[in-house]
């Protein structure tokens, strides 16, 4: 009984790309899934079309994250780092078609339209996002914490707000003999 | 959240209710718990309630928030597979699994076959383990005693042989990149062998037992439908998601590991209700406990650990990898920078996914339904909270 006729990488990747048109900056095919950049303007239309696209229909939503990419490459490539993004996995579950939305948000004051129009489930990871990255999503029906307190200060998976007990004490790790080099990375 | 102006009733109002003959009621908030024996863990659910129905119910998570991908960024590989098996407590060699292909697959690390096997046979043991708790919590919540002393004599044959293998009952960290960390002790076969075939052999009665029993039947059937668009919104995955005909299942379709060479099924249901999830749950043992017996006939012999480099470095890329965890998909979306520690990994558990759609579901059930549909939610805390 074989529910799910599975489309192939590149075929995926072609109907995406036609489907969204300019409405992406970027779209690629990264281990079989559907990498597509956006613009947070273009968000909402972008995940309407996939969902409601004719042979898209990425019906399931799987996450909602995001990523500080600020210190990416660490202390030797520095010229890799990036900003902060939203991440958005969604996936078609008859095609077995997998596509990540990434969209990147400015450094200062972060905002992101939300989606919970479209995927209702959105609602809890958004929050989560808010809270761990500090980006607001803007028309969320319930912008409260979902996790922490509500009088937390910070932002947890910013790479700028350091785990409390490596401010005490540096990473073990990075005295392992073969490489004495590894910095702390917050 | 809780009760604003608007929902207050006014006088006038329950003077005209009374008249027409109704009860005047007022909605009232009702604390359930964080310490709830339904809860599995701490959490809390914060119900308004008119009269016998809830009208609303928001889960309130986050007691158990430990900060998990905070954690990983700061340690290296090897530490973290034996921290993300603390996740989700009832099926910690499940947790692993993502983690240890998202650094194969980063890594290209070939895992040999003898190590693909084993970890079939392992993650399906821990699915039985798994499906077996919720199948006597369940019961247990609905007032059936009985159940309980079954699961855990059949639990602990299975609990045995993990035992052997890993030397943990709960928290195995077992899995490695690469493959495992040592080959299966000798008499494991048989331990494993006579777990599952008791598992196969008595089942049918406990079907009996509950699926059969009028009373079961009547605190499930129909409540707390889960309709099949909300599951796809929500992402809704498990026995839970294909409770509601999301017939989903990523061992069948994406096969990892070597799930492509057994003979299974996929079980799934149509209504969406208690009684259709805990359905689901009871028969996915039996066919875990058949994939266990299929792989110990097939298990090739070999190395269990692939070549892999003394120093655990996956090179830049992303990748976003999910595995079928016993409660649903769990994926793990996997950056790396090159370092020795992850740059970040966002953790996809199934359990947080599955317990947000809990309020659309609540809204407007009665109060006595409650704990059935708690119950048949199949979560963990520590997955969900992670």
Known sequence: ???????????????????????????????????????????????????DGEGLECKFFTFLSGIDRTAFGGTDKPEKAGGLEVLCHVYAPDRAVHVNVHVPVGLEDPVCPTITGIYAGAEWHERETAEMFGIRFEGHPNPVKLYLPEDFEGHPLRKTFRLPSRIIKDWPGAKDPEEAAAGGRG | MGITEQDARLPEEVVKQLAEGRLATEQMILNVGPQHPATHGVFRLLATIDGEVLVDAEPIVGYMHRGYEKLVEQRDYRQITNLVSRMDWLSGINNELPLALAIETLMELDVPPRAQWLRVILAEMNRILNHLMFFQSFSAELGAITPTFYAFREREDIQYAMEMVTGGRMHFGFFRPGGLKEDVPRGFYDQALKGVRQVIARLPDYEDLLIGNEIFKQRTINVGVLSKESAYQYGVTGPIGRGSDVDMDVRRDEPYLVYDQFDWEVQSASHGDCFDRFWVLLHEVVESAKIVEQAIEGVPSGPVLGKVPRVIQAPEGEVYIRCENPLGELGMYLVSDGDRRPYRIKIRTPSYSNVSALREILRGTLVADMIAILGSFFFVLGDVDR
């Open chain 1, 1 to 51: 009984m074989p529910v799910v006729e599975r489309l192939a990488p590149e075929d995926a990747l072609a109907r995406v790309q036609s489907a969204l048109g300019d409405s992406v900056t970027e779209a690629r095919l990264n281990f079989g899934q559907v990498d597509v950049t956006c613009e947070p303007a273009n968000f909402v239309s972008v995940m309407r079309t996939l969902r």
